[in-house]
């Protein structure tokens, strides 16, 4: 057995054998995310010297060859209308992402990856694969899919449960 100053501390320390199981489920998942998240994050900024919000809205961008508008964008990550442009902002004073005026709408902009970003994000991208691959190594194909499963049937029912509206 681990001396106590061994083990390590996450989010699920603080349950006891009295909480509920959805509390337990939720800091378990959210204790597993955090740790992928930061590993993740310390590699693309070693690496490559990128942040993750950074490289999410490349890969939004790489689904989206025509583009996005800042508030697609914004609602795609989850995060305000100033964070997206601040991103796009620097971004594009790097040359990986341009503004183009949207062909639906005038008055309003698309930001797309730019040639160069394309193949910046690329290289990065397969490169963020490997580390998610070496994250997951040890958990069995079989347990990875029951997981994929288990975690689409519960984002299925948290969409359909209009659970923003309850009480």
Same mark, same amino acid.
């Given at each position: 057995?681990?001396?106590?100053?061994?083990?390590?501390?996450? *989010?699920?320390?603080?349950?006891?054998?009295?909480?509920?199981?959805?509390?337990?489920?939720?800091?378990? *998942?959210?204790?597993?995310?955090?740790?992928?998240?930061? !590993?993740?994050?310390?590699?693309?900024?070693? !690496? +490559?010297?990128?942040?993750?919000?950074? +490289?999410?809205?490349?890969?939004?961008?790489?689904?989206?060859?025509?583009?996005?508008?800042?508030?697609?964008?914004?609602?795609?990550?989850?995060?305000?209308?100033?964070?997206?442009?601040?991103?796009?902002?620097?971004?594009?004073?790097?040359?990986?992402?341009?503004? #183009?005026?949207?062909?639906?709408?005038?008055?309003?902009?698309? #930001?797309?990856? !730019?040639?160069?970003?394309?193949?910046? +994000?690329?290289?990065?991208?397969? #490169?963020?694969?490997?580390?998610?691959?070496?994250? +997951?190594?040890?958990?069995?194909?079989?347990?990875?899919?029951?997981?994929?499963? *288990?975690? /689409?049937?519960?984002?299925?029912? *948290?969409?359909?449960?209009?659970?923003?509206?309850? /009480?």
């Amino acid at each position: 057995m681990k001396p106590a100053h061994d083990v390590p501390v996450d *989010l699920t320390a603080r349950l006891t054998g009295g909480h509920h199981q959805a509390l337990k489920l939720w800091l378990r *998942l959210l204790a597993c995310t955090v740790r992928v998240e930061s !590993t993740i994050r310390s590699r693309l900024r070693a !690496t +490559f010297g990128i942040t993750l919000p950074r +490289f999410d809205l490349m890969a939004q961008l790489e689904r989206h060859p025509d583009g996005l508008r800042m508030g697609e964008l914004s609602k795609r990550m989850m995060v305000t209308g100033g964070n997206v442009t601040g991103i796009a902002d620097q971004l594009e004073r790097e040359g990986l992402v341009v503004r #183009v005026p949207d062909p639906q709408d005038g008055r309003a902009f698309m #930001v797309k990856l !730019t040639p160069r970003g394309r193949k910046t +994000f690329a290289d990065m991208a397969a #490169v963020h694969e490997g580390w998610v691959a070496d994250l +997951f190594r040890d958990i069995p194909a079989a347990d990875k899919a029951t997981m994929i499963a *288990l975690l /689409d049937t519960m984002k299925r029912h *948290l969409n359909d449960d209009n659970i923003d509206n309850r /009480d």
